[in-house]
T-cell receptor
Framework: EAQVTQNPRYLITVTGKKLTVTCSQNMNHEYMSWYRQDPGLGLRQIYYSMNVEVTDKGDVPEGYKVSRKEKRNFPLILESPSPNQTSLYFC??????????????FGEGSRLTVL | AQSVTQPDIHITVSEGASLELRCNYSYGATPYLFWYVQSPGQGLQLLLKYFSGDTLVQGIKGFEAEFKRSQSSFNLRKPSVHWSDAAEYFCAGVTGGGNKLTFGTGTQLKVEL
């Protein structure tokens, strides 16, 4: 089954404790992206990757890191989480962000709470 | 700045009534436009997309949207709403050759039985 898998789905952590949210897709997609969803703000892009070893900042990259060492994986790293990073996070992938293939497939989300 | 705007935060309709959700875009060139739906506790799912050509596009679940260049709009419509359509709906856009899909802030749809 084609899917985007995120882990963990739920996490409560404390300020400053490094954490990683994993994302994996099994569709051989080149494009992957991380979004955070906050009430009243919709989805805001954190980072995206056009292919292996190619990453770029989205609209709200501060406090986050990503890597794309393999095509299927795109982990989101919070080196020193702060309470303002409490949010619902979505990973998404696509063959291409534009054109006929421009459909994003989303994971089910990871709800992160930073105390 | 390139953007999409959803003017309505919440909309309530009765089951069986027609629905129109508004989306306005601001891009220098004609963008690629999308509508996504998010059911409670779920990720987003693509309803439909517009790239070029016919300005009326059909999607899944009986939804359609019409691209109107003169009004910079891409409104989502459904002739008869079902209770299961209650969800949050997001309009999104990207320019051709662009790498960033920009989402609107979403419209929460409530369906009254």
């Amino acid at each position: 089954e084609a899917q985007v898998t995120q882990n963990p789905r739920y996490l409560i952590t404390v300020t400053g404790k490094k954490l990683t949210v994993t994302c994996s897709q099994n569709m051989n997609h080149e494009y992957m992206s991380w979004y955070r969803q906050d009430p009243g703000l919709g989805l805001r892009q954190i980072y995206y990757s056009m292919n292996v070893e190619v990453t770029d900042k989205g609209d709200v990259p501060e406090g986050y890191k990503v890597s794309r060492k393999e095509k299927r994986n795109f982990p989101l790293i919070l080196e020193s989480p702060s309470p303002n990073q409490t949010s619902l996070y979505f990973c998404a992938s696509s063959l291409s962000v534009t054109g006929v293939a421009g459909e994003l497939f989303f994971g089910e989300g990871s709800r992160l709470t930073v105390l | 700045a390139q953007s999409v705007t959803q003017p309505d935060i919440h909309i309530t309709v009765s089951e069986g009534a027609s629905l129109e959700l508004r989306c306005n875009y601001s891009y220098g060139a004609t963008p690629y436009l999308f509508w996504y739906v998010q059911s409670p506790g779920q990720g987003l799912q693509l309803l439909l997309k517009y790239f070029s050509g016919d300005t009326l596009v059909q999607g899944i679940k009986g939804f359609e949207a019409e691209f109107k260049r003169s009004q910079s709009s891409f409104n989502l419509r459904k002739p008869s709403v079902h209770w299961s359509d209650a969800a949050e709906y997001f309009c999104a856009g990207v320019t051709g050759g662009g790498n960033k899909l920009t989402f609107g802030t979403g419209t929460q749809l409530k369906v009254e039985l």
